[in-house]
Structures are given as structure tokens and as C-alpha cells.
């Protein structure tokens, strides 16, 4: 995947594409969030996307989020339609103990937040991202090989053309620099579901 034309929703002040993939350095207070629970709205973080109308496609990448150190610091993946409805993925570094590997999906203006604890050892996490038209899986792995679900989700505004890619953010008074490599675009890896049939015809008569 050529990155490099890609287009940003606030550029960062530092940053670097190579053939290497992508360096982001977050700015403080920068983040992702929409009212639920805390009830404010945080909107303001980096993201480099690209836009497709394919229905079909799974989006994989590597990050490296070892310069993490502060409360929420956090990088991974995201669909950022608009300011009310997006979703993102990532490991959101907590304290010495365990951060978070957890995903948002946010639609209509209000966020959702599923998380899981994990070891602070662990620095690196691939993520794969796919399409199934206006539903989606998001998926992470260890290795880049074995991937685990993390959530399927709708999203009532991805219709036709989305906007996907990736992010990094520094809620506090932190700074550090993310790593992105290992970008792919493929043919659709979240097989059709083969269990029960969809409902015909509506609601059952007694």
C-alpha cells in the first residue's frame, strides 16, 4: 500500500513516511471520544486515512507503541467518518501493571468503549480491519499471522464510500512516537457467516 497518498484529518506537527511505514509523534490532549460516561467530546487527534467504495476488504498493520509511557497514550486503527460516527482500535497504555487492548465504536455522537487487560510488556500489535458492506470486524494478532476477534459492529453511516487508516493520540500531558509498518489491503479475510439464516418475512404469527 502506497501511504503516501493518503490524506490526513490533522496533520501532526511531526511525522515521517518512509518505505518503512509511518512515524507519528502525538501532541498532548489529543484524543477520540464522544460523550458516553464522561460526557465530553474529544475530537482533535491525528488520523492519516484513504477512501474506498469496495464492500469487501480486510485492511491490515503492524504498530509499535514501545515510547509509550503516559496514562491513555494509545495507537491502532480507525474509521473516521465524522465527528460523530468513527470507530478506532488500539492498546491504550495504563500504568507499569496493564493497558488496555480494547476498541470504540461511536454512533450518532455517542462512543462505546470494549476492553480487555493486557501485560505491559507486550509493545506490538498487529490489528485487521474488514468490511462486510456497512458491517465490520476488527480483528488483532501477536504475530501478524493468528488473528483473534476482538468485536463485530454496524456502523449506520458507512454507506458506499468510507474513510479508513490509522491514528495515535496523547489524552494527557504526554508525547510519543507510534510506529505503523507492514500496511496491506486484502480481499475480504471475515468469511461469511454459514450459521443460522437471516429472519424472512418479519415478525412470527402466534
Given at each position: 500500500?502506497?501511504?503516501?497518498?493518503?490524506t490526513?484529518?490533522r496533520?501532526?506537527?511531526?511525522?515521517?513516511?518512509?518505505?518503512?511505514?509511518?512515524k507519528?509523534?502525538?501532541?498532548?490532549h489529543?484524543?477520540l471520544?464522544?460523550?458516553?460516561?464522561?460526557?465530553?467530546?474529544?475530537?482533535?487527534?491525528?488520523?492519516?486515512?484513504?477512501?474506498?467504495?469496495?464492500?469487501?476488504?480486510?485492511?491490515?498493520?503492524?504498530?509499535?507503541?514501545?515510547?509509550?509511557?503516559?496514562?491513555f497514550?494509545?495507537?491502532?486503527?480507525?474509521?473516521?467518518?465524522?465527528?460523530?460516527?468513527?470507530?478506532?482500535?488500539?492498546?491504550?497504555?495504563?500504568?507499569?501493571s496493564?493497558?488496555?487492548l480494547?476498541?470504540?465504536?461511536?454512533?450518532?455522537?455517542?462512543?462505546?468503549?470494549?476492553?480487555?487487560?493486557?501485560q505491559?510488556?507486550?509493545?506490538?500489535?498487529?490489528?485487521?480491519?474488514?468490511?462486510?458492506?456497512?458491517?465490520?470486524?476488527?480483528?488483532?494478532?501477536l504475530?501478524?499471522?493468528?488473528?483473534?476477534?476482538?468485536?463485530?459492529?454496524?456502523?449506520?453511516?458507512?454507506?458506499?464510500k468510507?474513510r479508513?487508516?490509522?491514528?495515535?493520540?496523547?489524552?494527557?500531558?504526554?508525547?510519543?512516537?507510534?510506529?505503523f509498518?507492514?500496511?496491506?489491503l486484502?480481499?475480504?479475510?471475515?468469511?461469511?457467516?454459514?450459521?443460522q439464516?437471516?429472519d424472512?418475512?418479519?415478525?412470527?404469527?402466534?
Open positions: 500500500m502506497n501511504i503516501k497518498n493518503w490526513w484529518l496533520e501532526p506537527k511531526a511525522y515521517e513516511i518512509s518505505e518503512e511505514g509511518l507519528v509523534t502525538t501532541e498532548s489529543t484524543d471520544w464522544q460523550r458516553t460516561y464522561y460526557h465530553f467530546r474529544n475530537d482533535n487527534a491525528p488520523v492519516l486515512q484513504m477512501e474506498t467504495e469496495e464492500n469487501f476488504f480486510s485492511f491490515v498493520v503492524k504498530t509499535d507503541f514501545s515510547e509509550a509511557h503516559q496514562r497514550d494509545q495507537c491502532g486503527i480507525v474509521m473516521y467518518l465524522d465527528s460523530d460516527n468513527w470507530l478506532k482500535a488500539s492498546v491504550e497504555y495504563e500504568n507499569e496493564f493497558q488496555h480494547g476498541s470504540v465504536v461511536t454512533n450518532f455522537g455517542y462512543s462505546d468503549w470494549a476492553t480487555t487487560e493486557i505491559t510488556s507486550q509493545k506490538v500489535m498487529w490489528y485487521r480491519f474488514s468490511r462486510r458492506e456497512d458491517d465490520f470486524c476488527i480483528e488483532n494478532s504475530d501478524g499471522v493468528t488473528f483473534h476477534q476482538m468485536r463485530i459492529c454496524h456502523m449506520a453511516k458507512a454507506q458506499g468510507i479508513f487508516g490509522v491514528y495515535a493520540c496523547s489524552p494527557e500531558d504526554s508525547s510519543f512516537t507510534a510506529h509498518s507492514n500496511f496491506a486484502l480481499d475480504c479475510q471475515w468469511a461469511a457467516h454459514d450459521g439464516q437471516p424472512i418475512g418479519g415478525d412470527d404469527e402466534d
